[in-house]
Protein backbone atom coordinates (compact mmCIF):
# COMPACT_ATOMS: atom_id res chain seq x y z
CA UNK A 1 0.00 0.00 0.00
CA UNK A 2 2.66 2.65 1.00
CA UNK A 3 4.71 1.51 -2.11
CA UNK A 4 1.37 2.62 -4.48
CA UNK A 5 0.88 5.73 -2.47
CA UNK A 6 4.82 6.73 -3.37
CA UNK A 7 4.05 5.16 -7.60
CA UNK A 8 0.62 7.99 -7.18
CA UNK A 9 2.93 10.34 -5.49
CA UNK A 10 6.26 9.97 -8.14
CA UNK A 11 3.25 10.14 -11.18
CA UNK A 12 2.01 13.34 -10.10
CA UNK A 13 4.60 14.93 -9.21
CA UNK A 14 6.61 14.12 -12.85
CA UNK A 15 3.85 15.35 -14.45
CA UNK A 16 3.58 18.52 -12.73
CA UNK A 17 7.23 19.42 -12.90
CA UNK A 18 7.32 18.62 -16.63
CA UNK A 19 4.62 20.52 -17.13
CA UNK A 20 4.97 23.43 -14.97
CA UNK A 21 8.12 23.92 -16.31
CA UNK A 22 7.88 23.08 -19.84
CA UNK A 23 4.95 24.69 -20.26
CA UNK A 24 5.86 28.26 -18.66
CA UNK A 25 9.26 28.55 -20.76
CA UNK A 26 7.21 27.49 -24.14
CA UNK A 27 4.51 30.00 -23.19
CA UNK A 28 6.84 32.71 -22.40
CA UNK A 29 9.02 31.77 -25.51
CA UNK A 30 5.70 32.47 -27.30
CA UNK A 31 6.16 36.02 -26.41
CA UNK A 32 2.73 36.78 -25.42
CA UNK A 33 1.68 38.51 -22.67
CA UNK A 34 -1.31 37.38 -20.95
CA UNK A 35 -3.63 34.50 -22.26
CA UNK A 36 -3.35 33.17 -25.86
CA UNK A 37 -5.29 30.48 -27.39
CA UNK A 38 -2.33 29.76 -29.91
CA UNK A 39 0.61 29.91 -26.85
CA UNK A 40 -1.47 27.84 -24.91
CA UNK A 41 -2.89 25.47 -27.40
CA UNK A 42 0.99 25.02 -28.39
CA UNK A 43 2.66 24.61 -24.93
CA UNK A 44 -0.25 22.15 -23.90
CA UNK A 45 0.32 19.60 -27.03
CA UNK A 46 3.83 20.00 -26.58
CA UNK A 47 4.48 19.05 -22.58
CA UNK A 48 1.65 16.46 -24.00
CA UNK A 49 3.97 15.11 -26.06
CA UNK A 50 7.41 15.40 -24.74
CA UNK A 51 6.18 14.83 -21.08
CA UNK A 52 4.38 10.90 -22.46
CA UNK A 53 7.51 9.60 -24.15
CA UNK A 54 9.52 9.06 -20.63
CA UNK A 55 6.33 8.34 -18.93
CA UNK A 56 5.35 5.38 -20.98
CA UNK A 57 8.73 4.31 -21.43
CA UNK A 58 9.35 4.25 -17.47
CA UNK A 59 5.97 2.80 -17.17
CA UNK A 60 6.58 -0.08 -19.68
CA UNK A 61 10.14 -0.99 -18.09
CA UNK A 62 8.40 -1.27 -14.51
CA UNK A 63 5.91 -3.30 -16.22
CA UNK A 64 9.18 -5.62 -17.42
CA UNK A 65 10.74 -5.78 -14.28
CA UNK A 66 7.74 -6.17 -12.01
CA UNK A 67 4.81 -8.65 -14.31
CA UNK A 68 1.54 -7.23 -12.07
CA UNK A 69 2.26 -3.75 -11.91
CA UNK A 70 2.21 -1.32 -8.83
CA UNK A 71 -0.50 1.02 -10.29
CA UNK A 72 -3.00 -0.04 -13.39
CA UNK A 73 -2.15 2.10 -16.60
CA UNK A 74 -5.73 3.81 -16.36
CA UNK A 75 -5.40 5.09 -12.72
CA UNK A 76 -1.40 6.06 -13.85
CA UNK A 77 -2.74 7.43 -16.50
CA UNK A 78 -5.20 9.60 -14.61
CA UNK A 79 -2.74 10.58 -11.95
CA UNK A 80 -0.01 11.94 -14.55
CA UNK A 81 -2.80 13.47 -16.41
CA UNK A 82 -4.14 15.08 -13.11
CA UNK A 83 0.02 16.18 -12.47
CA UNK A 84 0.23 17.49 -16.14
CA UNK A 85 -2.70 19.85 -15.92
CA UNK A 86 -1.85 21.08 -12.55
CA UNK A 87 1.11 21.95 -13.28
CA UNK A 88 0.73 23.81 -16.57
CA UNK A 89 -2.01 26.05 -14.75
CA UNK A 90 0.03 26.95 -12.20
CA UNK A 91 2.85 27.59 -14.76
CA UNK A 92 0.16 30.21 -16.39
CA UNK A 93 -1.05 31.69 -13.34
CA UNK A 94 2.93 32.55 -11.96
CA UNK A 95 3.42 33.85 -15.48
CA UNK A 96 0.46 35.80 -15.35
CA UNK A 97 1.40 37.20 -11.79
CA UNK A 98 4.75 37.85 -12.98
CA UNK A 99 2.87 39.85 -15.48
CA UNK A 100 0.75 42.09 -13.39
CA UNK A 101 3.60 42.86 -11.38
CA UNK A 102 5.59 44.17 -14.53
CA UNK A 103 2.58 46.01 -15.54
CA UNK A 104 2.59 47.68 -12.27
CA UNK A 105 5.98 48.94 -12.54
CA UNK A 106 5.33 50.22 -16.09
CA UNK A 107 2.27 52.03 -14.81
CA UNK A 108 4.57 53.76 -11.99
CA UNK A 109 6.92 54.98 -14.80
CA UNK A 110 5.18 56.51 -17.68
CA UNK A 111 6.80 57.63 -20.78
CA UNK A 112 9.95 55.36 -19.45
CA UNK A 113 11.01 52.35 -21.58
CA UNK A 114 11.67 49.43 -19.03
CA UNK A 115 12.65 45.86 -19.20
CA UNK A 116 13.66 43.15 -17.12
CA UNK A 117 13.77 39.22 -17.23
CA UNK A 118 10.89 37.23 -16.38
CA UNK A 119 10.37 36.02 -12.79
CA UNK A 120 12.35 32.83 -11.64
CA UNK A 121 11.99 30.19 -13.55
CA UNK A 122 11.33 31.50 -16.89
CA UNK A 123 14.43 34.13 -16.88
CA UNK A 124 14.91 33.03 -20.34
CA UNK A 125 12.91 35.47 -21.99
CA UNK A 126 12.30 38.97 -21.09
CA UNK A 127 9.55 42.36 -20.48
CA UNK A 128 9.51 45.35 -22.20
CA UNK A 129 7.39 48.16 -21.89
CA UNK A 130 7.70 50.59 -24.58
CA UNK A 131 5.40 53.99 -23.97
CA UNK A 132 4.44 54.09 -27.60
CA UNK A 133 3.62 50.09 -27.95
CA UNK A 134 3.12 49.03 -24.57
CA UNK A 135 3.94 45.58 -22.85
CA UNK A 136 5.55 42.79 -24.56
CA UNK A 137 7.94 39.37 -24.22
CA UNK A 138 11.06 38.80 -25.70
CA UNK A 139 13.23 35.66 -25.90
Do not use: K, Q
Request: proline share 4%; charged share 15%; glycine share 10%.
Amino acid sequence: MVIRIGVVALAATTGFNAAFFLYGEIRAMSETIGVSLRSTAFAIAFVTVYAWGPAVLAYWVGRRVRREPLLPWARWLRVFTLGILVGCVTSEAALLWDEARFADEAARAPGVAISRARAWPFGGSGLVYDPGEGIHSTD
